[in-house]
């Protein structure tokens, strides 16, 4: 059998314990006790999708950092308006909603070439709490740590033109809204879409 792709042991303990100090830098009440029941899923072992960025084990994680790497770049400009803390914080937990979110199936796939069949591991979607995919990831997050109003708006609306709320609610009204209110919103949905879509995490 084919085993779906995994990020090394040792890289995924070293982004495991890169998450875990930006988190904690922010020295946000509640930062522990999020980070208790983050280790009870499989969030640090996650895919990033079942089939496009971050398909892999450890996607997620990875993910995630990558986001906060470029978010940061792309606040440059207002380090003045945007604290690092609430960076770090909806950078890095703005897809807690994929946290037990997947699970693993075999599925019999044609080696090209050849005359056979193998069986293939793969990723399929298993949602356990269909709740959406921002509004998700903050009702998560604000179980468990206090969320500044801009903290939360960026969070919700972190997916853009992907969100199907958008779509379907006044033509994305509140979301619009959302953006021209938060920086914090704009910088997330920007680095969001920046790593899933050119840098490919």
Sequence with gaps: MIPVASLPDDMLETMKARFDELLRATERDGVEALLAWLATTDFYEAPASTTKHGAIVGGLL??????????????????????????AIVSLLHDVCKADFYGKRVRNVKIPGEKRWEEEESFFVDDRFPLGHGEKSLFLVARYLPLTDDEALAIRWHMGGFDDAARAYASGMAQSAAYDRAKLAVALNIADMYVAHLVGH
């Design 62 to 87: 990875r993910h995630s950092l990558s986001v906060h790497k470029y978010m940061q770049n792309f606040c440059k400009p207002f380090e003045s308006e945007i604290p690092s803390g609430s960076i």
